[in-house]
């Protein structure tokens, strides 16, 4: 169901949804911060649930396309919120090793802001170790905790190279795998660099670019492999 949340328990599903179920359009995404898990879907605030528990939204908590936890913050990606208002190229972070206070402060280190070095929304985002890379269609932004006052620095990575699929970025250990614009790429936290050869020329030309915005990507460990579905 589109308005709900379920959790397979003993072969039985049961209903884990928020209070008056869910109306986003975009779908649920999760995220894991010690015992609790996290939903957004960025209609509906950031909802958390502890084993066992339904979902709840979090008091102040912004809505929000993706979810990162990284270096003792969940932090919030293309949001609507935070004393910012709705703003896609928009990031938040949580109070220090507390997931339940978004509301800014020095002393929390709950800080908020926008990456305006290029145009456009941040589609994807993931954490490489303890920092945090975002993806606009055609940019990339690597943040990093750095303490108060501004909490986590964002450097833009050189060139012209992004993610539109929201869930296509495939974390490998160390290491972000994604489709770009024009190929595929492998980041390491330097500079991107593209591993599409012999097959993008193939791939882009089968893409569908009107929905590149739903490419899904996966990772089989034990055979060494990363798929996108498209």
Same mark, same amino acid.
């Given at each position: 169901?589109? &308005? %709900?949340?379920?959790?397979?328990? *003993?072969?039985?599903?049961?209903?884990?949804?928020?209070?008056?179920?869910?109306?986003?359009?975009?779908?649920?995404?999760? #995220?894991?911060?010690?015992?609790?898990?996290?939903?957004?879907?960025?209609?509906?605030?950031?909802?958390?649930? &502890?084993?066992?528990?339904?979902?709840?939204?979090?008091?102040?908590?912004?809505?929000?396309?993706?979810?990162?936890?990284? &270096?003792?913050?969940?932090? #919030?990606?293309?949001?609507?919120?935070?004393?910012?208002?709705?703003?896609?190229? *928009?990031?938040?972070?949580?109070?220090? @090793?507390?997931?339940?206070?978004?509301?800014?402060?020095?002393?929390?280190?709950?800080?908020?802001?926008?990456?305006?070095?290029?145009?456009?929304?941040?589609?994807?985002? #993931?954490?490489?170790?303890?920092?945090?890379?975002?993806? %606009?269609?055609?940019?990339?932004?690597?943040? @990093?905790?750095?303490?108060?006052?501004? =909490?986590?620095?964002?450097?833009?990575?050189?060139?012209?190279?992004?993610? +539109? *699929?929201?869930? &296509?970025?495939?974390?490998?250990?160390?290491?972000?795998?994604? =489709?770009?614009? +024009?190929?595929?790429? =492998?980041?390491?936290?330097?500079?991107? @660099?593209?591993?599409?050869?012999?097959?993008?020329?193939?791939?882009?030309?089968?893409? +569908?670019?009107?929905? @590149?915005?739903?490419?899904?990507?996966?990772?089989?460990?034990?055979?060494?492999?990363?798929?996108?579905?498209?």
């Amino acid at each position: 169901s589109d &308005s %709900k949340i379920y959790e397979a328990v *003993g072969g039985a599903w049961l209903d884990r949804s928020r209070a008056g179920n869910y109306t986003g359009t975009n779908r649920q995404r999760y #995220a894991v911060f010690g015992n609790i898990t996290l939903a957004t879907n960025r209609t509906e605030a950031i909802g958390a649930a &502890s084993p066992g528990a339904a979902f709840a939204d979090i008091a102040g908590a912004p809505t929000a396309l993706i979810l990162v936890p990284a &270096s003792g913050f969940v932090v #919030a990606l293309n949001i609507n919120g935070m004393t910012l208002g709705d703003v896609q190229d *928009g990031w938040g972070c949580s109070a220090i @090793r507390d997931h339940t206070n978004w509301t800014p402060s020095v002393t929390t280190q709950c800080a908020a802001g926008r990456l305006l070095d290029s145009p456009g929304a941040i589609r994807a985002g #993931a954490a490489l170790g303890g920092d945090v890379v975002a993806y %606009k269609n055609t940019s990339m932004y690597l943040g @990093r905790y750095v303490g108060p006052p501004l =909490v986590w620095q964002w450097v833009r990575v050189p060139g012209d190279i992004g993610c +539109s *699929g929201t869930e &296509s970025v495939v974390v490998v250990g160390t290491q972000h795998f994604f =489709v770009g614009p +024009s190929d595929i790429y =492998v980041f390491d936290g330097t500079v991107p @660099r593209p591993i599409g050869a012999p097959v993008r020329e193939w791939f882009f030309d089968d893409l +569908s670019q009107s929905y @590149r915005d739903r490419v899904i990507g996966i990772a089989d460990l034990p055979r060494d492999l990363v798929y996108w579905y498209y």
